[in-house]
Protein backbone atom coordinates (compact mmCIF):
# COMPACT_ATOMS: atom_id res chain seq x y z
CA UNK A 1 0.00 0.00 0.00
CA UNK A 2 1.53 3.45 -0.74
CA UNK A 3 2.06 6.17 2.54
CA UNK A 4 -0.82 7.97 1.22
CA UNK A 5 -2.90 5.36 1.80
CA UNK A 6 -1.91 3.67 4.84
CA UNK A 7 -1.81 7.19 6.61
CA UNK A 8 -5.84 7.95 5.69
CA UNK A 9 -6.38 3.97 6.66
CA UNK A 10 -4.42 3.70 10.01
CA UNK A 11 -3.86 7.48 11.38
CA UNK A 12 -0.21 6.92 12.05
CA UNK A 13 3.01 5.62 9.95
CA UNK A 14 6.68 4.90 11.25
CA UNK A 15 9.20 7.42 10.57
CA UNK A 16 10.42 5.73 7.71
CA UNK A 17 7.05 5.82 6.24
CA UNK A 18 6.20 9.50 7.06
CA UNK A 19 9.89 10.03 5.15
CA UNK A 20 8.19 8.38 2.14
CA UNK A 21 5.47 9.93 2.34
CA UNK A 22 6.84 13.94 2.18
CA UNK A 23 8.62 12.49 -0.85
CA UNK A 24 5.29 11.13 -2.14
CA UNK A 25 3.23 14.11 -1.49
CA UNK A 26 6.23 16.58 -3.07
CA UNK A 27 3.84 16.07 -6.43
CA UNK A 28 0.99 17.72 -6.63
CA UNK A 29 -1.17 15.32 -7.99
CA UNK A 30 -0.17 12.95 -4.94
CA UNK A 31 -0.80 15.84 -2.38
CA UNK A 32 -4.55 16.70 -3.52
CA UNK A 33 -5.27 13.33 -2.17
CA UNK A 34 -4.21 14.32 1.46
CA UNK A 35 -5.32 17.39 1.12
CA UNK A 36 -9.14 16.24 0.77
CA UNK A 37 -9.10 13.93 3.24
CA UNK A 38 -7.92 16.85 5.63
CA UNK A 39 -10.88 18.80 4.90
CA UNK A 40 -13.58 15.88 4.70
CA UNK A 41 -12.15 15.35 8.57
CA UNK A 42 -12.16 19.05 9.46
CA UNK A 43 -15.69 18.97 8.17
CA UNK A 44 -16.75 15.97 9.72
CA UNK A 45 -15.78 17.04 12.78
CA UNK A 46 -16.34 21.28 12.95
CA UNK A 47 -18.25 21.89 10.15
CA UNK A 48 -17.37 25.14 8.27
CA UNK A 49 -16.95 26.50 12.50
CA UNK A 50 -13.49 28.39 12.47
CA UNK A 51 -12.92 29.24 16.49
CA UNK A 52 -11.11 32.80 16.97
CA UNK A 53 -8.47 33.35 19.93
CA UNK A 54 -7.78 36.52 21.24
CA UNK A 55 -3.78 36.63 21.24
CA UNK A 56 -2.55 38.63 23.90
CA UNK A 57 1.80 38.96 23.77
CA UNK A 58 1.66 40.20 27.08
CA UNK A 59 5.61 40.74 27.21
CA UNK A 60 8.47 39.99 25.15
CA UNK A 61 11.52 39.71 27.98
CA UNK A 62 12.84 36.21 27.69
CA UNK A 63 15.31 34.32 29.23
CA UNK A 64 16.14 31.94 26.90
CA UNK A 65 18.18 32.40 24.06
CA UNK A 66 16.55 30.34 21.00
CA UNK A 67 18.65 31.08 18.38
CA UNK A 68 16.07 31.37 15.89
CA UNK A 69 13.97 33.81 17.96
CA UNK A 70 13.79 37.71 17.39
CA UNK A 71 13.02 38.18 21.07
CA UNK A 72 16.15 35.75 22.58
CA UNK A 73 17.60 37.04 26.31
CA UNK A 74 21.05 37.94 23.81
CA UNK A 75 19.33 40.04 21.18
CA UNK A 76 20.22 43.62 22.54
CA UNK A 77 18.22 45.35 19.55
CA UNK A 78 15.13 44.31 21.31
CA UNK A 79 12.88 47.57 23.10
CA UNK A 80 11.57 45.60 25.53
CA UNK A 81 8.02 45.76 27.35
CA UNK A 82 5.51 43.79 29.70
CA UNK A 83 1.61 45.03 29.71
CA UNK A 84 0.27 45.37 33.44
CA UNK A 85 -2.60 43.69 34.50
CA UNK A 86 -4.33 46.35 33.75
CA UNK A 87 -3.21 46.30 30.43
CA UNK A 88 -4.10 42.23 29.87
CA UNK A 89 -7.79 43.26 31.18
CA UNK A 90 -8.40 45.45 28.80
CA UNK A 91 -6.92 43.70 26.05
CA UNK A 92 -9.68 40.88 27.49
CA UNK A 93 -12.47 42.99 27.23
CA UNK A 94 -11.97 44.92 23.83
CA UNK A 95 -11.43 41.07 22.86
CA UNK A 96 -15.42 40.37 24.77
CA UNK A 97 -16.62 42.90 22.81
CA UNK A 98 -15.25 41.64 19.35
CA UNK A 99 -16.51 38.17 20.77
CA UNK A 100 -13.76 36.71 21.42
CA UNK A 101 -14.35 33.35 24.06
CA UNK A 102 -10.55 32.71 24.22
CA UNK A 103 -7.28 34.40 25.27
CA UNK A 104 -4.19 33.09 25.17
CA UNK A 105 -1.65 34.91 27.21
CA UNK A 106 1.93 34.65 25.19
CA UNK A 107 5.08 35.57 26.02
CA UNK A 108 8.99 35.12 26.29
CA UNK A 109 10.10 33.28 29.46
CA UNK A 110 10.04 36.49 31.82
CA UNK A 111 11.33 36.10 35.20
CA UNK A 112 8.96 39.02 36.50
CA UNK A 113 5.72 37.18 35.78
CA UNK A 114 5.94 34.82 39.16
CA UNK A 115 3.89 31.63 39.91
CA UNK A 116 2.25 34.74 42.03
CA UNK A 117 1.33 37.12 39.66
CA UNK A 118 0.34 34.58 37.10
CA UNK A 119 -1.85 33.12 39.11
CA UNK A 120 -2.68 36.50 39.81
CA UNK A 121 -3.60 37.14 36.48
CA UNK A 122 -4.93 33.95 35.74
CA UNK A 123 -7.95 34.75 38.68
CA UNK A 124 -8.79 37.88 37.61
CA UNK A 125 -9.09 36.93 33.99
CA UNK A 126 -11.18 34.28 34.64
CA UNK A 127 -13.40 35.98 37.17
CA UNK A 128 -14.17 39.00 34.67
CA UNK A 129 -14.79 36.40 32.29
CA UNK A 130 -16.26 32.99 33.38
CA UNK A 131 -17.58 31.95 30.33
CA UNK A 132 -14.27 32.25 27.97
CA UNK A 133 -11.34 29.71 27.83
CA UNK A 134 -7.46 31.26 28.80
CA UNK A 135 -4.94 29.79 27.11
CA UNK A 136 -0.97 30.22 28.44
CA UNK A 137 2.06 30.03 26.10
CA UNK A 138 4.51 30.97 28.82
CA UNK A 139 7.46 28.37 28.23
CA UNK A 140 8.68 26.01 30.37
CA UNK A 141 7.62 25.71 34.20
CA UNK A 142 8.08 22.88 36.67
CA UNK A 143 5.34 20.94 37.45
CA UNK A 144 4.12 22.68 40.27
CA UNK A 145 3.91 25.80 38.62
CA UNK A 146 2.00 24.70 36.01
CA UNK A 147 -0.82 22.44 38.98
CA UNK A 148 -0.82 26.33 40.34
CA UNK A 149 -1.91 27.65 37.19
CA UNK A 150 -4.28 24.89 36.40
CA UNK A 151 -5.67 25.26 40.12
CA UNK A 152 -5.82 29.06 39.25
CA UNK A 153 -8.15 28.45 36.32
CA UNK A 154 -5.95 28.33 33.12
CA UNK A 155 -7.42 25.47 30.69
CA UNK A 156 -4.88 25.40 27.70
CA UNK A 157 -1.19 25.37 27.32
CA UNK A 158 0.92 26.02 23.98
CA UNK A 159 4.19 25.29 24.22
CA UNK A 160 5.85 23.81 20.44
CA UNK A 161 8.07 21.21 20.50
CA UNK A 162 9.95 23.04 17.94
CA UNK A 163 11.61 20.00 16.63
CA UNK A 164 11.47 16.03 18.31
CA UNK A 165 15.03 15.31 16.61
CA UNK A 166 17.49 15.23 19.33
CA UNK A 167 20.74 16.59 17.19
CA UNK A 168 18.38 19.22 15.64
CA UNK A 169 17.01 20.59 18.79
CA UNK A 170 20.75 20.80 19.81
CA UNK A 171 21.44 22.86 16.37
CA UNK A 172 19.09 25.38 16.81
CA UNK A 173 18.92 26.21 21.14
CA UNK A 174 21.57 26.95 23.29
CA UNK A 175 23.66 24.28 25.52
CA UNK A 176 21.60 24.90 28.37
CA UNK A 177 18.15 24.16 26.70
CA UNK A 178 16.94 20.56 26.25
CA UNK A 179 14.34 18.20 24.23
CA UNK A 180 14.24 15.96 27.31
CA UNK A 181 12.87 19.02 29.31
CA UNK A 182 10.38 20.46 26.69
CA UNK A 183 9.07 17.15 26.25
CA UNK A 184 8.79 16.37 29.88
CA UNK A 185 6.57 19.96 29.99
CA UNK A 186 4.32 18.76 27.37
CA UNK A 187 3.68 15.59 29.85
CA UNK A 188 3.15 17.15 32.41
CA UNK A 189 0.96 19.46 31.01
CA UNK A 190 -1.26 16.70 30.07
CA UNK A 191 -1.36 15.04 33.35
CA UNK A 192 -2.68 18.09 34.87
CA UNK A 193 -5.75 18.01 32.71
CA UNK A 194 -5.04 21.00 30.51
CA UNK A 195 -5.88 21.05 26.90
CA UNK A 196 -2.27 20.86 25.38
CA UNK A 197 -0.74 22.07 22.61
CA UNK A 198 2.39 21.20 20.76
CA UNK A 199 4.00 21.63 17.24
CA UNK A 200 6.86 23.10 15.25
CA UNK A 201 8.56 25.04 12.88
CA UNK A 202 8.57 24.32 9.01
CA UNK A 203 12.12 24.59 7.46
CA UNK A 204 13.78 25.77 10.35
CA UNK A 205 18.00 25.52 9.61
CA UNK A 206 18.91 21.71 9.33
CA UNK A 207 15.95 20.27 9.60
CA UNK A 208 15.20 17.46 6.51
CA UNK A 209 12.30 14.96 6.04
CA UNK A 210 13.54 12.89 8.51
CA UNK A 211 13.61 15.35 11.62
CA UNK A 212 9.47 16.07 10.55
CA UNK A 213 8.79 12.92 10.19
CA UNK A 214 10.07 12.55 14.09
CA UNK A 215 7.52 15.50 14.79
CA UNK A 216 4.99 13.34 13.44
CA UNK A 217 5.74 10.59 15.21
CA UNK A 218 6.16 12.92 18.31
CA UNK A 219 2.74 14.22 17.66
CA UNK A 220 1.28 10.53 17.69
CA UNK A 221 2.35 9.24 20.62
CA UNK A 222 1.66 12.72 22.60
CA UNK A 223 -1.88 13.13 21.03
CA UNK A 224 -2.08 17.06 21.50
CA UNK A 225 -5.46 18.61 21.46
CA UNK A 226 -3.85 21.33 19.38
CA UNK A 227 -0.86 21.59 17.15
CA UNK A 228 0.86 24.74 15.93
CA UNK A 229 2.70 24.53 12.30
CA UNK A 230 4.42 27.69 11.20
CA UNK A 231 7.01 28.39 8.25
CA UNK A 232 10.58 29.33 10.24
CA UNK A 233 11.02 32.68 9.23
CA UNK A 234 14.64 34.18 9.30
CA UNK A 235 15.06 37.64 11.77
CA UNK A 236 17.98 40.11 11.39
CA UNK A 237 19.31 39.62 14.31
CA UNK A 238 19.93 36.06 14.88
CA UNK A 239 22.62 34.07 13.47
CA UNK A 240 19.84 32.64 11.20
CA UNK A 241 19.52 36.08 9.67
CA UNK A 242 20.65 34.84 5.59
CA UNK A 243 18.52 31.33 6.09
CA UNK A 244 15.61 30.95 3.51
CA UNK A 245 12.38 30.90 5.20
CA UNK A 246 10.36 27.21 5.51
CA UNK A 247 7.98 26.72 2.30
CA UNK A 248 4.47 27.73 2.91
CA UNK A 249 3.15 24.67 0.53
CA UNK A 250 4.96 22.33 2.58
CA UNK A 251 3.40 23.65 5.81
CA UNK A 252 0.65 23.47 4.28
CA UNK A 253 0.85 19.66 3.37
CA UNK A 254 1.94 18.82 7.19
CA UNK A 255 -1.16 21.05 8.84
CA UNK A 256 -3.19 18.54 6.39
CA UNK A 257 -1.00 15.32 7.65
CA UNK A 258 -1.58 16.59 11.24
CA UNK A 259 -4.91 16.69 10.92
CA UNK A 260 -5.13 13.55 9.17
CA UNK A 261 -3.46 12.05 12.03
CA UNK A 262 -5.10 14.04 14.72
CA UNK A 263 -8.77 14.19 13.03
CA UNK A 264 -10.28 16.44 15.99
CA UNK A 265 -7.08 18.63 16.71
CA UNK A 266 -7.61 22.75 17.13
CA UNK A 267 -5.18 23.32 14.05
CA UNK A 268 -4.12 27.57 13.63
CA UNK A 269 -3.94 28.92 10.16
CA UNK A 270 -0.59 30.44 12.37
CA UNK A 271 0.43 34.09 11.68
CA UNK A 272 3.78 33.37 10.70
CA UNK A 273 1.60 31.38 7.32
CA UNK A 274 -0.11 34.95 7.10
CA UNK A 275 3.39 36.86 7.62
CA UNK A 276 4.71 34.19 4.18
CA UNK A 277 1.84 34.79 2.38
CA UNK A 278 -0.97 37.60 1.99
CA UNK A 279 -3.58 34.65 1.69
CA UNK A 280 -1.49 31.97 4.38
CA UNK A 281 -4.61 32.20 6.37
CA UNK A 282 -7.21 31.33 3.94
CA UNK A 283 -4.82 28.81 2.24
CA UNK A 284 -4.09 27.26 6.21
CA UNK A 285 -8.08 26.98 6.44
CA UNK A 286 -8.34 25.75 3.12
CA UNK A 287 -5.38 22.37 3.94
CA UNK A 288 -7.44 21.67 7.32
CA UNK A 289 -6.76 24.18 9.95
CA UNK A 290 -9.81 25.36 12.34
CA UNK A 291 -8.82 28.13 14.14
CA UNK A 292 -7.28 31.75 13.56
CA UNK A 293 -5.38 33.72 16.62
CA UNK A 294 -5.33 37.61 15.75
CA UNK A 295 -3.66 39.80 17.92
CA UNK A 296 -5.47 41.77 21.17
CA UNK A 297 -2.20 43.19 22.00
CA UNK A 298 -1.72 47.44 21.55
CA UNK A 299 -0.50 47.71 18.00
CA UNK A 300 2.64 49.45 19.75
CA UNK A 301 3.65 46.61 21.29
CA UNK A 302 3.03 44.08 18.62
CA UNK A 303 5.36 45.69 16.71
CA UNK A 304 8.21 45.26 19.13
CA UNK A 305 6.95 41.11 20.22
CA UNK A 306 9.14 40.73 16.55
CA UNK A 307 9.93 36.71 16.87
CA UNK A 308 11.22 36.71 13.04
CA UNK A 309 10.99 39.36 10.15
CA UNK A 310 8.12 40.76 8.38
CA UNK A 311 4.47 41.53 9.51
CA UNK A 312 1.10 39.60 8.91
CA UNK A 313 -1.13 42.51 7.44
CA UNK A 314 -3.26 44.02 10.68
CA UNK A 315 -6.83 43.91 9.64
CA UNK A 316 -10.43 44.42 11.14
CA UNK A 317 -12.33 41.88 12.62
CA UNK A 318 -14.97 42.12 9.81
CA UNK A 319 -12.78 41.97 7.26
CA UNK A 320 -11.31 38.19 8.51
CA UNK A 321 -14.60 37.23 9.15
CA UNK A 322 -15.06 38.62 5.09
CA UNK A 323 -11.98 36.47 3.85
CA UNK A 324 -13.14 33.61 6.07
CA UNK A 325 -16.39 33.73 4.41
CA UNK A 326 -14.88 34.23 1.13
CA UNK A 327 -13.63 30.58 1.40
CA UNK A 328 -16.88 28.65 2.69
CA UNK A 329 -15.91 29.37 6.22
CA UNK A 330 -17.54 31.33 9.19
CA UNK A 331 -15.74 32.49 12.38
CA UNK A 332 -17.38 31.46 15.65
CA UNK A 333 -18.50 32.62 18.57
CA UNK A 334 -17.34 30.02 20.71
CA UNK A 335 -14.94 28.93 23.30
CA UNK A 336 -13.63 26.15 20.76
CA UNK A 337 -12.75 23.31 23.33
CA UNK A 338 -11.29 19.75 22.66
CA UNK A 339 -14.64 17.74 23.11
CA UNK A 340 -13.64 14.18 21.16
CA UNK A 341 -17.24 12.75 20.11
CA UNK A 342 -15.52 9.60 19.17
CA UNK A 343 -12.54 7.30 19.51
CA UNK A 344 -11.39 6.56 15.74
N1 LIG B 1 8.09 31.38 25.32
C1 LIG B 1 7.02 30.58 24.89
C2 LIG B 1 7.50 29.24 24.39
O1 LIG B 1 8.68 28.99 24.45
O2 LIG B 1 6.70 28.44 24.00
C3 LIG B 1 6.10 31.24 23.87
C4 LIG B 1 6.68 32.31 23.03
S1 LIG B 1 7.64 31.69 21.66
C5 LIG B 1 8.34 33.18 21.07
C6 LIG B 1 6.36 31.30 20.50
C7 LIG B 1 6.75 30.53 19.25
O3 LIG B 1 7.36 31.39 18.30
C8 LIG B 1 7.77 29.44 19.40
O4 LIG B 1 7.18 28.28 19.87
C9 LIG B 1 8.37 29.31 18.00
O5 LIG B 1 7.89 28.16 17.33
C10 LIG B 1 7.91 30.58 17.30
N2 LIG B 1 9.05 31.27 16.68
C11 LIG B 1 10.09 31.86 17.28
N3 LIG B 1 10.98 32.31 16.38
C12 LIG B 1 10.48 32.02 15.17
C13 LIG B 1 10.94 32.20 13.82
N4 LIG B 1 12.10 32.80 13.58
N5 LIG B 1 10.15 31.77 12.82
C14 LIG B 1 8.97 31.18 13.06
N6 LIG B 1 8.49 30.95 14.30
C15 LIG B 1 9.23 31.36 15.34
Request: with cysteine.
Amino acid sequence: MNPIDKLIKNRKLTKDGYVELLNCIEKDEMAVRITDEAVLLRKKYYGNKVYTRGLIEFTNYCRNNCFYCGIRRDNQTVSRYRLSLQEILSCCQRGYELGFRTFVLQGGEDPYFTDERMVKIIYSVKERYPDCALTLSIGEKTYDSYRRFREAGADRYLLRHETADQVHYRKIHPKEMSLAVRKQCLYHLKTLGYQVGAGFMVGSPGQTYRELAQDLVFLQELQPQMVGIGPFIPHHSTRFAEEPPGSVKLTLRLLSIVRILLPQALIPATTALGTLDPEGREKGLAAGGNVVMPKLSPAIYQKKYELYDGEEAVESMESLARRVEAIGYRLTVDRGDFVPTESI
